[in-house]
């Protein structure tokens, strides 16, 4: 039998030392950098705040992740949005919460 647990945490692996400075040079030639620059500042900022308080860098690694994932995706979902996507058959989900009570 092994001491080591049968199901292990998510790791979040370390970006390049230079992935935040990057990361933001692409936030700023995108088209939506009105937006993404200043709310990836307040999240970093944020991340960073945490990380001194808890002497753990994995917020500031899930921030970059996430926005490294947002510029990664942005050219599917114009594409997507782009071709008239039909949303008619969504549901209201105001409707489906009255429907419950």
Not at 52 to 63: H, I, K
Not at 69 to 90: K, L, M, N
Request: charged fraction near 25%; hydrophobic fraction near 45%.
């Amino acid at each position: 039998m092994s001491a080591q647990p049968d199901h292990a945490p998510a790791t979040v692996h370390a970006p390049a030392p230079g992935a935040p400075a990057e990361l933001l040079a692409q936030l700023r030639a995108d088209k939506r950098a009105d937006s993404w620059v200043p709310a990836f500042e307040r999240e970093y900022a944020a991340a960073l705040e945490e990380s001194l308080r808890t002497f753990s860098l994995t917020s500031l690694y899930e921030v970059v992740q996430d926005w490294q994932g947002r510029i990664a995706h942005a050219p599917a979902v114009d594409a997507f949005i782009a071709s008239g996507y039909d949303d008619s058959d969504a549901i209201d989900l105001t409707e489906l919460r009255r429907r419950r009570r």
